[in-house]
């Protein structure tokens, strides 16, 4: 680890000249307590592997690196990467930054081993990364947590309980195989320029467990519930082959509707759908 102190993150914004731009969703967080607060959520990363989406100036990147985590970040903004390649010097052999975008990485293949992500995501492409690694082929997955930073909203969507208006396909699919709660709520204040809404940070840890469904029948029957979700299920999972007669077996009334069922009434219902054949 360094012992160097590092130039505050204003004075390496201002001598890259890396203006924040709207496209790349690009709102620093500056505050190095707040980024050691954030870096501290998954829990002792000193030699852990992590993957970092989008280090940016390096702010929560040398908060990782100071808890000893060996980090590989990907970033799209090749503008970053002078700044990225310093702390590399400053944490000898404990960074890797990739120029890329992190939709089409092979972030296990990159990280060489499991690992903890923690990100700061540029919110565009936050949910279908999440959704890209709930949905992997192989469970128990390559990542052992994830400390992700999304709009309050969405978050909430993560996390929502049944019977909430949040409750909808993000929170099934987040709930099936994992554990998800809001570690930290993020004012807009803390960025740098700030976004037009509140922030919070996720922590998921996979669940041990594969459930025995199919991810892609699950994905249908929750678009099927959700796309009407102010319709009865009878008439909403009509189109789903063997939806109602699992609901039947389940003994699950069809004339509720679809944020009234738990994530284990979906898991249940998918896994008869998935057993017909
Ligand atoms: N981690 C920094 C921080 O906390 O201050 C920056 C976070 S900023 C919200 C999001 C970062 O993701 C930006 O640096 C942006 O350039 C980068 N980014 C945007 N889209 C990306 C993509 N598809 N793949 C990799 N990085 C991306």
């Known amino acids: 680890m360094t012992s160097a102190p590092l130039p505050p993150l204003r004075e390496v914004i201002a001598a890259h000249g890396l203006r924040a731009s709207k496209a790349l969703g690009q709102n620093f967080l500056l505050d190095e307590q707040l980024l050691d607060r954030i870096a501290a959520i998954p829990g002792s990363l000193a030699g852990e592997r992590v993957f970092e989406v989008g280090p940016g100036p390096g702010g929560l990147t040398r908060a990782l690196l100071r808890a000893g985590a060996r980090v590989t970040a990907v970033e799209r903004d090749a503008r970053c990467l002078p700044a990225l390649a310093e702390l590399a010097v400053a944490f000898p052999g404990q960074l890797e930054v ?112 594969a459930e025995g469904v199919d991810v892609r029948t699950l994905g249908r029957l929750t678009a099927a519930a959700f796309g009407q979700r102010r319709k009865m299920l009878r008439q909403s999972l009509k189109g789903i082959a063997g939806a109602l007669e699992a609901l039947d077996a389940l003994g699950i009334d069809p004339s509720r509707r679809a944020e009234t069922l738990t994530v284990e009434d979906y898991v249940a219902i998918a896994r008869m759908i998935d057993a017909r054949v």
């Open 98 to 209: 990739i120029e890329g975008d992190a939709m089409g990485i092979d972030a296990e293949a990159a990280c060489g081993g499991p690992a903890h992500i923690v990100a700061n995501l540029p919110y565009n492409v936050g949910t279908a990364l999440l959704v890209g690694w709930l949905e992997s082929a192989q469970w128990a997955p390559w990542w052992k947590s994830a400390t992700l930073m999304f709009q309050a909203e969405v978050a909430e969507r993560i996390v929502a309980a049944p019977g909430s208006d949040a409750f909808g396909r993000l929170a099934i699919l987040s709930q099936w195989r994992s554990e998800a709660g809001i570690a930290m709520k993020v004012h807009r204040s803390a960025f740098t320029p700030p976004p037009k809404v509140m922030s919070a940070i996720v922590h998921i840890v996979p669940k041990d467990a």
